[in-house]
DNA sequence: ATGATACTTAGCTTTATGGCTAAGCATTCG
DNA sequence: CGAATGCTTAGCCATAAAGCTAAGTATCAT
């Protein structure tokens, strides 16, 4: 949520947590692998910076995949709909 | 993926892993207690049925979240050309 | 050049996770 | 009724995760 409003240094991001830093870099590093944020050094304080394309990519799939599901349970209903109505006219 | 095409049985959504029933049971449950999916008794058979709701709800926060970044982007953006328009015009 | 700052690295400990087998319990088939 | 099927429960084990402290390194300020 903070690397919403912009870039933000480890030490920014660790403070509101009660953990030693070793601990919160492991935490950074994991996203950073994950491709969900991005670091470079400043001197000596590493900048962090959300990778904000990650997020487009995950808001795609989630949007493809539902309306695929949406698509088929549209058939499924049109199909016991039609049915119904053969039914219904004998 | 497989529960994107409907309801499933524990079995027939084991089968392709190797993996024990157990251990796959774990996996449900933790799927289920996530309300990612939800799972009904019928006769011996356990039907698992994907959360539909739960990606709806996935995909808007992140959409919200995306929303707000771009306008504070945007905001930023508009500061900095705002700011480099006056330099220009000294 | 020294001390302070902001991480980093190394190494350790505790706990959680993810897997297994064996045995149990309903439900369905013959 | 007895056997087969489809999970479930119980209990165990190995490994990975998530934390810590202590010590190290590279900047920055004086």
């Given amino acids: 949520m903070r690397l919403g409003n912009g870039p933000a240094s480890i030490g920014e991001l660790a403070e509101p947590f ?6 919160f ?5 994991f996203l950073q692998n994950s491709g969900w944020i991005n670091t470079r050094k400043e001197g ?7 990778e904000k394309q ?17 698509a088929r349970t549209d058939r499924l209903e049109q199909f016991v709909t039609s049915k119904q ?3 219904n006219s004998r």
């Fill in 25 to 29: 870099m492991r935490h950074i590093q």
């Fill in 54 to 70: 990650q997020f487009a990519i995950v808001e795609d799939w989630l949007s493809e995949q539902r309306a695929l599901w949406n």
């Fill in 44 to 50: 000596r304080v590493r900048i962090c910076t959300l």
């Fill in 85 to 87: 109505n053969k039914d």
């Fill in 18 to 23: 009660d953990m030693a830093l070793p601990s």
